[in-house]
């Protein structure tokens, strides 16, 4: 697919119970981003992942959608089965978007120019293109703290990142 320089594109994070959205405008410029947190009282996290990617493409007009490709066994699910991957799947559909995926290997493919490895050495990274993330930056995680929160955005992000390099022509 060949995209001009202020095509927006949508790249989503979604986990169990958050999803991380970075909206790009061309390679070079993000117009927003963020996490959304699925209420803990939410009975229907599927429903509610509907109603906010609905919003999301309301709000940016993407041309397409691009998501990390998961292992079947990390998929988020619904408590009643319901992947949430379909969810957004079928929001997708609804409005006629379609959707790519990217795999792990070309994300770290993205950022080998930065010789950056680790998912604290992507951010870094990410800080380095859009400076204005460096509010959003965490601290480097010990190896038994859980993730930062907002690593999510970065993690959409570096999605994103990776899909402007597979689909921009090379010189």
Known sequence: MTHSAETHILALDVRHS??????????????????????????????????????LLRHGSPVCIVMKQHRLAKLPRNTNGTSILKAVQSVAEEHGIPMYVVGRDEIQSAFRIFKARTKEEMACAIVGIFPELLVRLPPKRKTWQPEAHGMIIFDAIATGIAYWQRSLPRK
């Open 18 to 55: 958050r999803l991380g959205y970075a909206l790009f405008s061309g390679p070079k410029r993000l117009l927003d981003w963020g996490v959304n947190t699925v209420p803990s009282q939410c009975s229907n996290r599927a429903q509610w992942i509907r109603g906010k990617m609905a919003s």
